[in-house]
């Protein structure tokens, strides 16, 4: 079974940064696109960035230029570098990978659980 576990969440100042991890783990035939999401309470999830299997990245507009997605292929790991980050950045941040676990099963949507990132002005 696949599984997405995220860490690196916490809290930090207004300014500060944070680095978050996902790495799959399970039965994988193949990664696609991964990405990071975020969800607010009371808001909606929203995207905040993701990565093509060949390293192309697309940011919210909200976090280009603060926020830097990468991979590691051989790690089945994607990382989110949150720099100056603001109080509005306040978030659960979750992770999120299109993924094959064999070619019968074809490409599907796995997400992580969750992680908080609380950010103090």
């Known amino acids: 079974q696949v599984q997405l576990v995220e860490s690196g969440g916490g809290l930090v100042q207004a300014g500060g940064s944070l680095r978050l991890s996902c790495s799959a783990s399970?039965?994988?035939?193949?990664?696609?696109?991964m990405g990071w999401y975020r969800q607010a309470p009371g808001k909606q999830r929203d995207l905040v960035a993701v990565?093509?299997?060949?390293?192309?990245?697309n940011y919210h507009g909200s976090v280009e230029g603060r926020f830097t997605i990468s991979r590691d292929n051989a790690k089945k790991t994607v990382y989110l570098q949150m720099d100056s980050l603001k109080p509005e950045d306040t978030a659960v941040y979750y992770c999120?990978?299109?993924?094959?676990?064999?070619?019968?099963?074809?490409?599907?949507?796995?997400w992580g659980q969750g992680t908080q990132v609380t950010v103090s002005s």
């Open positions: 999120n990978g299109r993924i094959t676990e064999t070619i019968s099963t074809g490409i599907r949507d796995y």
């Open positions: 399970g039965r994988i035939f193949s990664l696609s696109t």
């Open positions: 990565i093509s299997s060949s390293g192309a990245p």
